[in-house]
Structures are given as C-alpha cells and as structure tokens.
C-alpha cells in the first residue's frame, strides 16, 4: 500500500447529471477508508473552489447524509464553466500545496480531464508528490477511451421515455413534431430517443446528428416520407447537427452568436434550431399542426428518471479513482470498458488520451440515409438505460362494421 500521507480534494465540474454525486460520494467514502488520508475535502463550484480556497470537510460529514446525496441528482458540490489555462492550474496547484493535498480528483468531462493532466504535469515539474486521478462523466458520452460515460445512462433513460411520451401524444393528434437533443459534436444522447420503439410505426421516425451533415432540402425530403407514410412525424435533432460546411444550423437564426467561457458557440436555451426547423416545414410543406420543443436542461439532472446502471457505474468510477490513487499510487482517468453482455470493467488510461478529445458516434450506429440510427446502436445503448422502462400499449379492439357505410 501507498505511504504517500495528506489530505484528498475531490471537485465536479462543467454540465450536472444524475449520477454526478454517486461518484463524488464513492470517492469520498473509499478515501475515507485509508489511514494515510488525514481529511477529505471537497472543493464549493469546482476548480474556482480550488483558487479561492472554498472547501468543506466532508471527513465530518455523516456516511448516511452523504448516501443520500449520492441518489440526489445535479452537483452537490456545486459546479463551474472555468476552464483553466496554466496560469490558472498553477494557481490552483499553490492552493493544494498550502493545504497538503496528495490526491486530487476531478470529476468531469473532456476539458476537466485537461485541468487534471496541467496540475499533474505542475506538480511533477516541482517534484511535489501528487495523485491526480479524472473521474469521467457527461451526459454526451463523447469520452475517448471509454465504451460510455456516466450520466450518459440516465440522460438517455430520459430522453427516450419524454419520446415515448411525445409519440403517443402525436398518434393522438398527428402533426409534425420537433424535438431537440442536447449534442454539440456527439449525438449518442440524440440517438437514446429511439430507444423505446415498440410498434413499427412508433416515433421518432428521422433521428439527426451531428455526425452527418444536415441539409434542409433532404430534411423536407425526409419529413414529407415519414408524414405520406405514417400520417404523422416525430423528429429528434441534435442541437449541433451543422451543414456542409460545419456551420451549425442553429445560428442560423441568430444574428449575434454567443459563445461560452470554452469558446464554444450557445446552442442552448434559445429554441431556435427548433423554431427555424418548425418553420421550414410550414413554409415548404402542406403540414399544418407543427411544433418544437428543446428539452434544455431537464435531460440533465432530472430526479424522477435514473438508469440504475448509471448510478452503480458512477458509483464505482468513484470508488476506484480513490483506490488506483491510495493503493496503487498512480495518475491518470478512469475508463469504462465494455465486457459480455453486459458487464464492465474500470481501467486507468493516460490523461493524454483522454484530455479535450472528443469521441462521436461510430458510424455502424448511423443508417445509410444519415437519419435514423440502427440496430447496432440499439444493442450498445438499451443496457445503459437500466431496468423497468415504461411499457406503451395500444388498443386491440377489432373495428365495428359501420351500417350506413359512410
């Protein structure tokens, strides 16, 4: 066992999921169990936590209270869109020092996994003894390295139950209906709505993402089939489905572009990716009754809808970033390896492989056409979303023979 003696400092960072607290929790209590760990820390909003020294005990925090946190959804520990640069990590690297922190763990996604491979790279400059692990989560699931991330799971289960909900809704009252998905680059989370598919006319019917090109003429093409075949047409989107030219559709609507503290242009919160595609299919079709919604954040962190596979995975990530650091006294990120049908293993993988990468949708769970997903995604996505989905059943009734014949 590792002699290395001070104090853990676990933060989260960027986007909140279901599943966030489970791994904040399972790092904590492992870590707990060390003797060589003199406290616990937990760092308030994440690397700007860090910076400015706002911490919490969470050594003196009860193993009940922080089981229940574990089942609570979003970050308990508060989150931040910092991103740090080496100034940044170099300031967040003297605070640790002052502080004696051996084992830091970061929880987060692509960027956060950055900021664990700065500091990892400070302190070993410095020669000061520190474990830096990267705990994975988003709900994109766009981590190299790893089959699935959590958060992903339960941000699925959510999504393919609010399109089981909505293609019921629109057999009542058949339409065009709309919905966009959280999916900047990646569209796993997008592709998720198709999972409660039960019947053969059942929505979605065209699922877009932003691993294909997206043309608005192929789009009406699209709509007008699904409309001529079923009577009716649900649609998933990806908010980052972008053209040709990689220009995303979204902006399209906007004329000043907002971006974030990541450079990243705002595809959320406005509904106009919604708005402009609700209006295309007014303008260039016969359709009447069309409608959008962007889910936004509900996909999140919503408490009512959680994979139990994403809470046991996020559980164990945790648990085991506490024991590669403690036990075997290594850096690096935790990685979630797919084994059978189903099970997973965790193994330890270089931050380098890891930090700002972006994996995307292989294309074997892409159809030919570029919008729907196949049988392929189905099977690598249906065990992700947990056990006991809802059940849609329809009328079996046979038709009464009308009289008057009319």
């Not at 009716?232 to 974030?260: F, M, Q």
């Not at 292989?362 to 099977?379: L, Q, R, S, Y």
């Amino acid at each position: 066992m590792a002699s290395l003696k001070g104090k853990v400092l676990v933060a989260q960072g960027g986007g909140p999921t279901a599943v966030i607290n489970q791994s904040l929790v399972g790092a904590v209590l492992e870590s707990r169990k060390f003797p060589q760990v003199t406290r616990v820390y937990g760092a308030l909003n994440g690397v700007k936590g860090i910076t400015g020294e706002e911490f919490l005990d969470l050594t003196q925090e009860t193993t009940n209270n922080l089981e229940m946190v574990a089942a609570t959804p979003s970050s308990a520990m508060l989150s931040t869109r910092d991103k740090p640069d080496e100034k940044y990590c170099a300031k967040m690297f003297e605070v640790m020092k002052a502080h004696d922190i051996r084992y830091f763990f970061y929880i987060g996604g692509n960027d956060s996994s950055d900021t664990v491979r700065i500091v990892n790279e400070q302190a070993a400059a410095e020669g000061y003894e520190l474990r830096a692990i990267h705990i994975p989560k988003t709900i994109d699931n766009d981590l190299m390295e790893n089959d699935h991330t959590p958060g992903y799971g339960s941000a699925a289960r959510f999504v393919a139950s609010a399109f089981m909900g909505v293609n019921l809704d629109n057999r009542a009252l058949p339409g065009v209906y709309i919905g966009v998905v959280m999916g900047r680059h990646a569209g796993f989370l997008t592709a998720a709505s198709a999972v409660a598919k039960k019947y053969p006319d059942d929505g979605p019917h065209l699922v877009y993402v932003p691993e294909r090109a997206f043309d608005l003429e192929k789009f009406t093409k699209d709509v007008k089939a699904a409309y001529a075949e079923h009577g009716r047409c649900v649609v998933a989107v990806s908010e980052g489905v972008s053209d040709k030219d990689h220009n995303p559709i979204a902006t399209k609507l906007v004329e000043n572009v907002e971006k974030d503290a990541h450079g990243n242009v705002q595809l959320s919160g406005t509904g106009a990716l919604g708005d402009l595609l609700a209006n295309h299919v007014k303008k260039t079709t016969d359709i009447k009754r069309v409608r959008a919604d962007t889910l936004g954040y509900l996909q999140r962190s919503f408490i009512g809808v959680v994979s139990d596979v994403d809470q046991r995975e996020a559980r164990e990530v945790g648990e085991k970033a506490a024991q590669f650091a403690i036990w075997h006294d290594v850096d690096g990120s935790i990685a979630i390896k797919r084994t059978g049908n189903y099970s997973v293993n965790y193994e330890l993988v270089e931050l380098e492989k890891i930090a700002a990468k972006t994996r995307v949708m292989p294309d074997e769970f892409i159809n030919k056409d570029g919008n729907n997903v196949t049988d392929a995604f189905m099977a690598y996505v249906t065990p992700l979303i947990g056990s006991s989905m809802p059940d849609a059943a329809r009328i079996r009734a046979p038709k009464v023979k009308k009289i008057l014949g009319k």
